[in-house]
């Protein structure tokens, strides 16, 4: 069984590693950059601190939404079930004493207690013709599942509309897109953007970048005035409704 594990745990660390490396253009493991960058190094406080308990009162109960309680009944009703559940919730308490929080950081938890839930959830539903007791519990049981289904398929709508820099930069494509190209291909500079961190961490990433050769050019650095943004670039992915030397396009 442990070498199944290792075994596993090897394969998916080198798909991920090839995986990514390929899209980054470089050697890339991500999950163990963000473990270095906010466990080793601490530096993830620059973005933020949240109260220890955060993972715990509110990251997971939005993320697990009805199937929190289940996890308890799955815990009660099983006791294999805790030895899924017991790393998790340590896992979890070990990233609660890092003062910046995310709930990306503790996504590896989720899926050990969906999965002490639905223990929780066959087992009830199993013995639901016990009593009537026991299937009136069954029955709020469903009615949690369906509530959930209905809560995530309205947070689905609401995550749509919750990253303004990806679809500034989706517009910014759609404004000067074309114009873009055609300059290319006459003079053969690249148009530059300059992406605010706000922007980045509101939808911007790789995957929207325009290829190269159709004219787009991007950087992300930090460490740039606004002098160095009217010198070194044509457009800015900002949150600042007006920047010195720049026009808005689209708010």
Not at 71 to 95: E, H, K, Q, W
Not at 131 to 140: D, I, K, Q, V
Not at 221 to 249: K, M, Q
Request: hydrophobic share 50%.
């Amino acid at each position: 069984c442990a070498l199944q594990c290792v075994a596993v745990a090897s394969a998916t660390a080198l798909g991920s590693i090839a995986v990514d490396s390929f899209f980054w253009k470089r050697l890339a493991y991500p999950e163990l950059e963000v473990f270095y960058f906010n466990v080793v190094l601490n530096k993830s406080s620059a973005w933020g601190t949240s109260a220890w308990h955060w993972y715990f009162t509110s990251a997971l109960p939005r993320a697990l939404l009805g199937a929190l309680p289940l996890t308890l009944v799955g815990a009660n009703c099983d006791l294999r079930a805790r030895s899924v559940l017991a790393p998790s919730l340590f896992f979890v308490a070990v990233y609660s004493l890092l003062p910046h929080k995310e709930l990306r950081f503790v996504f590896y938890a989720i899926p050990p207690l969906n999965i002490t839930a639905a223990i929780g959830l066959f087992r009830v539903f199993s013995n639901r013709t016990k009593s009537w007791w026991r299937w009136l519990f069954a029955a709020g049981c469903a009615s949690v599942i369906i509530l959930s289904f209905c809560a995530c398929a309205i947070f689905l709508q609401a995550a749509r509309a919750n990253y303004p820099g990806g679809h500034a930069l989706r517009r910014l494509h759609a404004l000067e897109g074309e114009a873009v190209t055609e300059a290319f291909a006459l003079s053969g500079v690249r148009t530059r953007v300059h992406i605010h961190p706000e922007a980045a961490m509101t939808g911007v990433s790789r995957f929207l970048e325009l290829d190269a050769k159709r004219g787009w050019s991007y950087s992300k650095r930090e460490d740039l005035d606004a002098v160095d943004w009217h010198r070194e670039f044509e457009y800015l992915l900002s949150p600042n409704a007006t920047v010195p030397g720049f026009e808005c396009i689209h708010t």
